[in-house]
């Protein structure tokens, strides 16, 4: 009778010895084997307080594995904390791999570019236009003051953003967008007042963004900004209006049509620079670092004009009558 009950105890332990050496097995190659992601990658968006059951249910929902205990033994092992976000799921993951993935916080970023010589109002349509930022702005009439609203001590929500590429993920919103954009400017904007050249003609730092503004429009050669500043400065220093035909576009508004006219320029507006003297009175666009730099270090020379010179720079003069000269030549050329 003894004999008998460890004969049948000793096949008891061999049996649950087998079941477990066998799912120890499945265990293992459940590990090894990569998700069913198929072949472009996938995307799961992990939600703020999901568990790690809902986050095994949404896979399988979305046939990317099977829901099963594998699952409950390997979080229990790894004892992770997940991170809320979208993520990007690439072919050949393995289940830790995806739990080391949601722990990590490593989401999707996007990137919004502001592009140097947008005007504001480029800015807001290229937000409004975003398909995954939050809009908070009202996008409208009221934008301006919102914005104002939103940046204490702004006049004028021209010139404030400075152009670069930000990365986001989703949930940020248009609104976080500026305020890192005007945070840039401000630094960038302090960087080229603290460093320039002595005896500007420039009383602020506002002032030299109008100016950045202005040789922005003007050319969009590296090579090139420094000089066209060094025309601007002198203009300045002289009393000369600075005749610059984006200034009166920029006035203009939407009743510009793509060709500026000599009414145009005889047509009196805060920005009109062949009317009236000094800079205008806001900045007429987003200028980049380059031209923030060149508004703060122009190049020294004699030179008080120039011209488009068709090729998509400038010829440059030191008198009014070799400017003639060049333009009579330029469109003796054309």
Known sequence: MKKALLVGLLFVLLGSGVLLGSAWLQYQAFVQTPLAIPAGGAVFDLQPGSSGRRIISELAERG????????KLLMRVEQ???????????????????????????????????????????????LSADPV???????????????????PGMDHPEGWFLPETYQFIRGDSDVEILQRANAAMERALMDAWESRLVG?????????????????????????????????????????????????????GESFDGDIRRRDLRTDTPYN?????????????????????????????????????????????RTLAEHQAAVDRLIGNN
Not at 64 to 71: A, G, I, S, V
Not at 116 to 124: H, T, V, Y
Not at 204 to 211: A, D, F, K, R, T
Not at 276 to 283: A, D, K, M, N
């Open 273 to 317: 620079t062949y009317t009236r003297h000094g800079l205008p009175p806001t900045p007429i666009d987003m200028p980049g670092r380059a031209s923030l730099l060149a508004a703060a270090h122009p190049e020294p020379g004699e030179a008080l004009y120039f011209v488009a010179d068709g090729k998509g720079g400038h010829t440059f003069s």
């Open 80 to 126: 992770a904390v997940y991170r809320a976000g979208e993520y990007r799921l690439e072919p050949g993951l393995t289940p830790p791999e995806l739990l080391e993935l949601l722990a990590s916080g490593d989401v999707i970023r996007y990137r919004f570019t502001l592009v140097e010589g947008w005007s504001f109002r480029q800015l807001a349509a290229a």
């Open 200 to 252: 500007l003609p420039l009383q602020s730092p506002y002032e030299l963004l109008i100016l950045a503004s202005i040789i922005e429009k003007e050319t969009a050669l590296e090579s090139e900004r420094g000089q066209i500043a060094g025309v601007f400065v002198r203009r300045l220093s002289l009393g000369m209006r600075l005749q610059t035909d984006p200034t009166v576009i920029y006035g203009l």
């Open 133 to 151: 930022l939050e809009h908070e702005l009202p996008y409208g009439d009221g934008l301006g003051q919102a914005v104002l609203n939103r940046f």
């Open 64 to 71: 990317l594995t099977r829901d099963d205990w594998r699952w």
